[in-house]
DNA sequence: ATCCCGAGGG
DNA sequence: CCCTCTGGAT
């Protein structure tokens, strides 16, 4: 774990991934709220790349829960079987369906208590809820989020909660909106997990982080 | 700590 | 083969 970094190298970071990407955006496909928050349960563990294959079928015939319930649990299961954890997944998204439907009027709650609730649906997937269909600076740390921080040092923290604390407590305020999926990106495509892109990196001066990658 | 669990990459 | 992918519930 890398030690964590002050206020001005995480101002020099982040006005780089600015530069670079001045409106990051979430690479899960969604139309509305519903059809994120269901996006998102699905992606747990999983690929944006393989959800959004299989919710592009799926949300071209659903895109409200009522339309869901409609659909059914063996139903949803035809669409997202390709999908790892899918029949935990199908549950939970019927479930959390049939609770908008007679507790929200159909709608998705912009609270972190209302979001918690649904099954299926924890402190990660309501911050990202909370983050991309609301606007609000929630971070929702992530394995790409947890890993990126601890390994560069812009967030370093035992668990996810301590590095969602470290992000609010030394990240620049004018960054937090948009700084979960710069990070996120970055974790992607460049700070990777197996085979990190250390010579692609835009912040390699600035990391504290050495891998030998050839 | 363990279970859920398919697809893709190396 | 093994590891990883925008986790959550028990």
């Known amino acids: 774990m890398a030690q964590q970094l002050d206020y001005h190298q995480l101002r020099a970071i982040f006005t780089r991934f600015r530069d670079a990407n001045p409106e990051p955006r979430s690479e899960l496909e969604y139309v509305n709220a519903y059809t994120l928050l269901v996006a998102v349960v699905l992606s747990a563990q999983a690929t944006d790349a393989g959800v959004n294959r299989a919710t592009r079928p799926l949300f071209a015939r659903v895109t409200t829960p009522a339309?869901?319930?409609?659909?059914?649990?063996?139903?949803?299961?035809?669409?997202?079987?390709t999908i790892g954890l899918f029949r935990n997944k199908a549950k939970n998204v019927i479930a959390l369906s049939r609770i908008l439907v007679e507790q929200y009027g159909g709608e998705v709650p912009d609270s972190r208590a209302a979001l918690q609730a649904l099954p299926g649906v924890g402190r990660k997937t309501a911050n990202v809820v909370l983050n991309v269909a609301f606007g609000y600076p929630a971070q929702a740390v992530d394995t790409h989020i947890f890993r990126v921080g601890n390994r560069t040092g812009i967030a370093v923290g035992k668990d996810v909660l301590a590095v969602e604390r470290a992000i609010e407590d030394n990240v620049p305020v004018e960054f937090q909106r948009h700084a979960h999926h710069w990070l996120i990106l970055h974790g992607r495509y460049i700070?990777?997990?197996?085979?990190?892109?250390?010579?692609?990196?835009?912040?390699?001066d600035l990391c504290p982080y050495e891998e030998k990658t050839e």
Do not use: H, S, V, W
Not at 67 to 81: A, P, S, V
Not at 191 to 204: G, V
């Open 67 to 81: 339309q869901m319930l409609e659909l059914g649990e063996e139903g949803l299961i035809e669409y997202i079987k």
């Open 191 to 204: 700070c990777k997990a197996r085979k990190p892109r250390c010579p692609d990196c835009l912040i390699r």
